[in-house]
Nanobody
Framework: QVRLVESGGGSVQAGGSLTLSCRAS????????MAWFRQAPGKEREEVAT????????TYAESVKGRFTFSVNVYKDTLYLQMNSVKPEDTAMYYC??????????????????WGQGTQVTVSS
């Protein structure tokens, strides 16, 4: 069973930086996908950064491209989201998620069946 626990959220001023962490089960790193999502009140959930296991490729939402970096430390069983040059519109609850299917099961889309509890990020102007 995949377990995900986020941490590192908090308040930060616009233009600043923040690093989110997600402690994960090792099963996560053999799965099809890993991702960071965010959701602000009244807004739809947004997939911020995604790692596709079978291709080892990382993609980012246009809204964060060039500012956020998704990385993984398999030795520490941890996923990271490095957030730089944050903006007020980055304010949201951030979640890590995983598609626990085997990498070979990936067929062009991720099916996130495990989610962390979320960590709040608030960016002030």
């Amino acid at each position: 069973q995949v377990r995900l626990v986020e941490s590192g959220g908090g308040s930060v001023q616009a233009g600043g930086s923040l690093t989110l962490s997600c402690r994960a089960s090792r099963y996560t790193f053999t799965g099809a996908c890993m991702a960071w999502f965010r959701q602000a009140p009244g807004k739809e959930r947004e997939e911020v950064a995604t790692l596709i296991g079978i291709t080892a490729t990382t993609t980012y939402a246009e809204s964060v491209k060039g500012r956020f970096t998704f990385s993984v430390n398999v030795y520490k069983d941890t996923l990271y989201l490095q957030m730089n040059s944050v903006k007020p519109e980055d304010t949201a609850m951030y979640y890590c998620a995983a598609d626990s299917r085997l990498m070979a099961a990936y067929g062009g889309s991720c099916r996130y069946n495990y989610w962390g509890q979320g960590t709040q990020v608030t960016v002030s102007s």
